[in-house]
Nanobody, 122 residues
Framework: QVQLVESGGGLVQAGGSLRLSCAAS??????VGWFRQAPGKEREFVAA????????YYTDSVKGRFTISRDNAKNTVYLQMNGLKPEDTAVYYC?????????????????WGRGTQVTVSS
């Protein structure tokens, strides 16, 4: 069983930056993804990274603004978010899957954190 804890969320003005962290009890060669869910909307993919870090995916709306990275020695995955927009407001979740291959689909992930709130004011 993998336990995930997100941190780093908060309130920021449009154009600002935040760095989210996802600390895991153990990654065990797992790919990790970040997802977000705004009120009244379905959970959506944001970014994902393979176990070795060689494969990375982003949803189109965050390309060029967000960067996912990982430090396997620290069992931590990061999401650096720059140029934040009000439409980025959501609860952000990290998730791990029992595979080293990154994926963009919510149902492909086996373990989920409880989320961290990101609010971007205009």
């Amino acid at each position: 069983q993998v336990q995930l804890v997100e941190s780093g969320g908060g309130l920021v003005q449009a154009g600002g930056s935040l760095r989210l962290s996802c600390a895991a009890s153990a990654f065990s060669f797992a790919a990790v993804g970040w997802f977000r869910q705004a009120p009244g909307k379905e959970r959506e993919f944001v970014a994902a990274i393979s176990w070795g870090g060689g494969t990375i995916y982003y949803t189109d709306s965050v390309k060029g603004r967000f960067t996912i990275s990982r430090d396997n020695a620290k069992n931590t995955v990061y999401l650096q978010m720059n140029g934040l927009k009000p439409e980025d407001t959501a609860v952000y979740y990290c998730a791990a899957r029992r595979s080293s291959v990154a994926d963009t689909i919510v149902s492909e992930y086996d373990y989920w954190g409880r989320g961290t709130q990101v609010t971007v004011s205009s």
